[in-house]
């Protein structure tokens, strides 16, 4: 039988995917560049981080309308430039992405550098169209902003290929993909709270919640390059280790990341539990953990 | 004897270029990443974009406090991560860009890519960042997001790339420098119009002032490929012709590029006579018009 998530999940990815091959199908833009940024949007994924918008705001009883699909959609255009830049040649140059291929083999690098300056950009564009009130607005493209700028996930990135010539300390891992990974989760995470309008303190164990569950997707990530075929994940494996990239099995072995794992997982847990005792419905964002038992491909 | 313009210019310049520095010094990311963006930021320039930000606030006696650096400043933050982007061998291919290596050359391509990233993503959060009310803090964004975007800057890249294959027609030609080139010098108005809090009439107005300058400065742009040298330019010349790129002396004869050139400067004259008539100073915009006699760089 299907989880409520699984049924939440079914009925928003359609919609949202609807939603998004609408508002890139209205850009008044070079077809080409359209093109290239809507090949990577449409393919696909489980879209987690708008999930987690939908899933907050429907927690919080916020309902799910058009501008709040927008405020997803957003993000998920924003995290697919990250996606088509961090593939190109010059970064990790991988040629597959979901099973076909990346970007720049599909459309040449110059094009994919341009799909991906196109989407970050109209990630904000996407925000300042909805009809939410200014103030959500402003507050909500400054967030994103911060989280995906060079306080948050393009340091991550530098991050990440400077310390392929160096051996990190845990303490610089963990610093490297809270801000690689983890604030582009906590962001969504942020903006469902903000969308929703709930309680401080219910902010504030929403954000622990994304700050836990954000570490262990990152975990889990570089646990699956381990163990995972190239068909099960649709990319190239085993290039972590083959580059001796900082990872967590590099680091501590695959024991040690299954019980770093295990430990975010715990404090996501605690999160949640205190939502539920701050009045919060959480059956949905319970459902985003067992995502790390079953999850076959990003 | 110094117009009021160059008086203007030299006071604000260095303001501006201090608040760039500042900006940049204390984001909370990565070092080399944060190298790698004050490296071009700091390459000088006219900074026209966001002079032009700072001229229309000042002939509309909007106090040009902190926050009005931080637009002006935004937009060259945003400018920036177009040139570094530009020059990237994928695309340009450029070595040189005001008188030193680009910005790949200096730091590899990973970084130049990101520092792009960086800048282009931090542009929103310095607008955000501002203390100027939520509802122009949102019309600024979208408005920047607009004109940088798939519906603006990042098109003209692509149609310029797209046009290398093809010769296009005047209609052709001017919708691509309208995006690559004219989006964000309207932009840079619209945002001093905004700032400035000027009238229906007079926003009009700077704005037709703002598409007959940002025309100029891109016929003009091609002109100096042609019959300058290196040193003066500051990067390669004679690039255009060689590549057989799209511009206006390729498409009608370097007498035609003076005479669509003259006739956009004498648009932009005619705004600036109407907006006089509606009561707005001019003289430090009909200064911005001077740079097309004695301009020796970008």
């Known amino acids: 039988m299907k989880s409520e998530f699984e049924h939440f999940q079914e009925q928003h990815l359609t919609h949202l995917n609807k939603y998004l091959e609408m508002y890139l199908s209205r850009l008044n833009g ?3 560049l359209k093109d290239a940024m809507f090949y990577s949007v449409s393919a696909g994924g489980k879209r987690i981080r708008p999930m987690l918008i939908l899933a907050i705001c429907n927690e919080t009883k916020r309902k799910i309308d058009e501008d709040v699909y927008a405020v997803a ?3 998920e255009l924003l995290h697919t430039y990250s996606l088509i830049h961090d593939d190109l040649p010059e970064m990790d140059n991988d040629d597959l992405r979901r099973g ?3 970007n720049h083999k599909k459309f040449g690098q110059a094009i994919a550098v341009l799909a991906g300056d196109g989407l970050l950009t109209t990630a904000f564009e996407c925000i300042g169209n909805t009809k939410l009130n200014d103030s959500i607005k402003a507050k909500l493209m400054t967030a994103l902003a911060k ?3 060079p306080q948050g996930m393009v340091s991550g ?10 051996h990190l300390t845990l303490a610089e891992l963990q610093l490297l993909h809270q801000r690689k990974t ?9 903006a469902g709270s903000l969308l929703g309008g709930v309680s401080t303190e ?11 569950f954000g ?7 570089d646990i699956l390059d381990v163990v995972s075929t190239e068909k099960q994940l649709g990319k190239a494996v085993h290039k972590d280790q083959f580059e001796h990239k900082n990872t967590y099995p590099e680091l501590m072995g695959l024991d040690g990341a299954y019980h770093q794992l295990n430990e975010a997982l715990f404090k996501a847990q605690c999160s949640l539990k205190s939502l539920g005792q701050l009045g919060m419905k959480t059956e949905l964002l319970s459902g985003f953990l067992d995502y790390f038992a079953r999850r076959k491909n990003k």
Chains 1, 2 share one sequence.
């Open 202 to 212: 219910q902010q504030k164990e929403i954000h622990q919640f994304a700050m836990a």
């Open 30 to 32: 070079e077809q080409t």
């Open 157 to 166: 990135q530098v991050a990440d290929i400077e310390g392929e010539k160096k």
């Open 147 to 149: 989280a995906a700028g």
């Open 215 to 221: 570490l262990a997707f990152q975990i889990y990530d």
């Open 182 to 190: 983890g604030a582009l989760i906590a962001y969504a995470c942020d």
């Open 100 to 102: 076909q291929l990346t």
């Open 73 to 75: 959609g957003s993000l």
